[in-house]
C-alpha cells in the first residue's frame, strides 16, 4: 500500500476546501492522508510515499503555519527524502508565484521531485473584507483539486512517479 500525505493550512477555507478535494477519490492502492500543517510531524512526511502541499500565499510567501512546518520537519527529514515525488496547491488572493517559488527552494533542499506542475487557485480575494471572509470555491476549482489530487494517487500506484 503506497501513501499519498496531504498537509495543509487554512485560515478562511479555501485551502482547506482544495484539500478535501484533493483527498476525495479513492484510489486503489493509496492511503491518503491529510494533516493540518500546525500537527504534522518529521515522522509523517518521513513515511509518505508522496507529498502534497497546500497553502494560502500570504505576504507574497506560504502562510506562517505551513513555512513553522518546514522549519519543523526541514532538518530531521534532510537526506532521507531524495528523489520523492511531491505536488503543490497554493490559494491566492490575486497571485500565488511566491508561496510557490518559495516551497519550490525548500523542496529542492529536499531533493524532492516535482510530480506535477504547482496549482494557483485564485479566491480574488483583494481587499480587507475580501480577505477576511470565508471562502467557498466554486465548483471547478474543487475539480481541478480532485484532478490533481486523484492524478497524483494514480500515478503513486501505478508506480509512475
Ligand atoms: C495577511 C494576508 C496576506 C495576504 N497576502 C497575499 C499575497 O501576497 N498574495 C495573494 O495572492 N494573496 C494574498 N492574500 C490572500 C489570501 O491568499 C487569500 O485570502 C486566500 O484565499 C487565503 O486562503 P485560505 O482561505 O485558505 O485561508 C493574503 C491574505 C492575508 C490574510
Redesign the pocket.
Known sequence: MKSLLIVWY???????QMADAAAAHEVNGVAIRLRQAEAAAPDDILNAHGLLFIT?????SMAGAMKSFFERCYYPALGHLNGRPYGLMV??????A?AVRDIQRIAAGWRLREAMPPLIIS?N?QTPEA?NAP?NLGAEDRARCAEMGATFAEGLALGVF
Open positions: 487554512s485560515r478562511t477555507g479555501a485551502a482547506r494560502p500565499e500570504t505576504l507574497g490559494a491566492a488572493g490575486s497571485d500565488g511566491g479566491t480575494a480577505i471562502k
